[in-house]
């Protein structure tokens, strides 16, 4: 048994790694900002210690896992490297912790976590795995066989791992901060695909893979029919869609999916692929995937005051059309009210037209000001700019979010990866309040 503490626990990745370590009988501590986020719920259900950042918490006998969000001068790590302690940057330890087991990596500019949690899902129900999922959720099986991780591309930190399986869902241009363009991004990609031990699991409908030559063995999934894993008769269920599956040919039959969306197909068709090549029983994979729950800030829905809301972590161009798409198909002939948060002033500066353009597929905008991010100083470029490309868009504030009430059969759609849920929450506590008062709004 180990001693950890991490530097920024209440990260997504971060907080899922403490909960591994924890279930696999470590003693973990972390320091993070006092802000409370969704993260930290199952941390304190582990009775994970947490604490405010402070020069105190580095003491002897810890080893010492910090996030990529903060830099070598920040006031633990500092003091961590002082003392010479020993100091793991995340993806790094990750790198040698998946190093013990058969590890499955899940990769791709879009669709990652989904990918992710839909495959420890359907794998760890039939097999034991332990896994780490970018929502936050990590969970550790002692004595398992399998570890299934999300893998990131940002500032080629995947390079870190060489996992035995790698998914790869998709490849874009993202994270304008750090790649120069789609070759630099592709490079990253093809880096990471040569460490790959046994086989790419990778969406051959998607040309920048199909442009990769890796020279590793490759199953490739789709719609196309050149691929070696196909989707077909794909048509809306009652609670979530139907597609037959083919696989070199060979008939898998039918399966029913709990989500919507065309995006989704094809990260089913990826989770199918992994348990293929690891001789699952397809009876049994065919009924888990049935039942996956979703993961956080996917897709996340609720009814409130008899509105639909989601929540979804949609922050580039090419997610905010797929999770349209799949609002279109499960909630046909309803209004769609699209409320998104910029998450960099990169991001918006690069994609800014293409924003604007994905955004239009709603029936009514609302924008909210730049998350931004540690990672970036404040752009010049502001909301304004997009306000000025989506005509009939209006600015979103906490004063004037009653707005979004105004029209009560609307799905209210929140998509952004910084704190868009403070304005989801907004809205709630004011139906809530107008509800208490005997005045439902609406």
Same mark, same amino acid.
């Given at each position: 048994?180990?001693?950890?503490?991490?530097?920024?626990?209440?990260?997504?990745?971060?907080?899922?790694?403490?909960?591994?370590?924890?279930?696999?009988?470590?003693?973990?501590?972390?320091?993070?900002?006092?802000?409370?986020?969704?993260?930290?719920?199952?941390?304190?259900?582990?009775?994970?210690?947490?604490?405010?950042?402070?020069?105190?918490?580095?003491?002897?006998?810890?080893?010492?896992?910090?996030?990529?969000?903060?830099?070598?001068?920040?006031?633990?790590?500092?003091?961590?490297?002082?003392?010479?302690?020993?100091?793991?940057?995340?993806?790094?330890?990750?790198?040698?912790?998946?190093?013990?087991?058969?590890s499955i990596a899940v990769?791709?500019?879009?669709?990652?976590?989904?990918?992710?949690?839909?495959?420890?899902?359907?794998?760890?129900?039939?097999?034991?795995?332990?896994?780490?999922?970018?929502?936050?959720?990590?969970?550790?099986?002692?004595?398992?066989?399998?570890?299934?991780?999300?893998?990131?591309?940002?500032?080629?930190?995947?390079?870190?791992?060489?996992?035995?399986?790698?998914?790869?869902?998709?490849?874009e241009f993202d994270h304008?901060?750090?790649?120069?363009?789609?070759?630099?991004?592709?490079?990253?990609?093809?880096?990471?695909?040569?460490?790959?031990?046994?086989?790419?699991?990778?969406?051959?409908?998607?040309?920048?893979?199909?442009?990769?030559?890796?020279?590793?063995?490759?199953?490739?999934?789709?719609?196309?029919?050149?691929?070696?894993?196909?989707?077909?008769?794909?048509?809306? $269920? +009652?609670?979530?869609?139907?597609? !037959?599956? *083919? %696989?070199?040919?060979?008939?898998? /039959?039918?399966?029913?999916?709990?989500?919507?969306?065309?995006?989704?197909?094809?990260?089913?068709?990826?989770?199918?692929?992994?348990?293929?090549?690891?001789?699952?029983?397809?009876?049994?994979?065919?009924?888990?995937?049935?039942?996956?729950?979703?993961?956080?800030?996917?897709?996340?829905?609720?009814?409130?005051?008899?509105?639909?809301?989601?929540?979804?972590?949609?922050?580039?161009?090419?997610?905010?059309?797929?999770?349209?798409?799949?609002?279109?198909?499960?909630?046909?002939?309803?209004?769609?009210?699209?409320?998104?948060?910029?998450?960099?002033f990169s991001r918006l500066?690069?994609?800014?037209?293409?924003? $604007? +353009?994905?955004?239009?597929?709603? !029936?009514? *905008? %609302?924008?909210?000001?730049?998350? /931004?991010?540690?990672?970036?100083?404040?752009?010049?470029?502001?909301?304004?700019?997009?306000?000025?490309?989506?005509?009939?868009?209006?600015?979103?504030?906490?004063?004037?979010?009653?707005?979004?009430?105004?029209?009560?059969?609307?799905?209210?759609?929140?998509?952004?990866?910084?704190?868009?849920?403070?304005?989801?929450?907004?809205?709630?506590?004011?139906?809530?309040?107008?509800?208490?008062?005997?005045?439902?709004?609406?």
């Amino acid at each position: 048994m180990s001693n950890f503490h991490l530097i920024g626990i209440k990260g997504a990745g971060m907080s899922a790694l403490a909960q591994i370590l924890a279930d696999l009988g470590h003693e973990v501590q972390g320091s993070d900002v006092e802000t409370r986020y969704f993260t930290q719920t199952r941390l304190e259900q582990r009775q994970i210690r947490l604490l405010p950042f402070d020069r105190g918490n580095i003491r002897d006998g810890l080893t010492v896992i910090a996030s990529n969000a903060f830099k070598d001068h920040h006031v633990e790590i500092a003091e961590s490297l002082r003392r010479g302690m020993p100091f793991y940057r995340y993806h790094d330890f990750v790198g040698e912790l998946i190093s013990s087991f058969t590890s499955i990596a899940v990769t791709g500019t879009h669709g990652k976590t989904t990918t992710t949690g839909w495959l420890s899902h359907v794998f760890g129900s039939i097999r034991p795995a332990s896994c780490l999922i970018g929502d936050g959720t990590g969970k550790g099986v002692p004595g398992s066989r399998y570890f299934i991780f999300e893998s990131c591309e940002y500032r080629r930190h995947f390079l870190a791992y060489r996992p035995d399986y790698a998914v790869i869902t998709n490849i874009e241009f993202d994270h304008p901060d750090y790649y120069s363009g789609i070759e630099d991004v592709a490079d990253a990609f093809r880096s990471m695909a040569s460490r790959v031990g046994r086989c790419l699991i990778a969406c051959g409908d998607d040309p920048q893979i199909r442009r990769l030559e890796t020279g590793k063995p490759t199953l490739y999934y789709g719609f196309a029919s050149h691929n070696d894993l196909r989707a077909g008769n794909v048509r809306i $269920a +009652e609670h979530g869609t139907r597609v !037959d599956v *083919v %696989y070199r040919d060979s008939p898998l /039959g039918t399966f029913t999916l709990p989500l919507h969306g065309r995006h989704n197909v094809l990260n089913a068709l990826a989770v199918i692929g992994v348990c293929l090549l690891e001789d699952l029983n397809m009876e049994e994979v065919r009924g888990h995937l049935q039942t996956f729950p979703g993961v956080r800030r996917r897709f996340s829905e609720k009814s409130v005051g008899g509105r639909i809301l989601i929540d979804d972590y949609a922050h580039h161009p090419t997610e905010i059309r797929a999770v349209f798409d799949a609002v279109r198909s499960k909630y046909p002939g309803r209004r769609i009210v699209g409320v998104f948060q910029p998450h960099t002033f990169s991001r918006l500066s690069q994609f800014l037209d293409e924003f $604007a +353009e994905s955004l239009s597929l709603a !029936d009514q *905008v %609302y924008l909210c000001d730049v998350f /931004g991010s540690a990672r970036e100083a404040a752009g010049s470029l502001g909301i304004e700019a997009l306000l000025e490309r989506i005509p009939s868009s209006r600015h979103l504030r906490e004063n004037n979010i009653g707005q979004l009430a105004d029209d009560p059969d609307s799905v209210l759609l929140f998509m952004g990866a910084g704190d868009i849920q403070k304005y989801q929450d907004w809205l709630e506590e004011m139906i809530r309040q107008g509800e208490t008062a005997g005045s439902p709004l609406p």
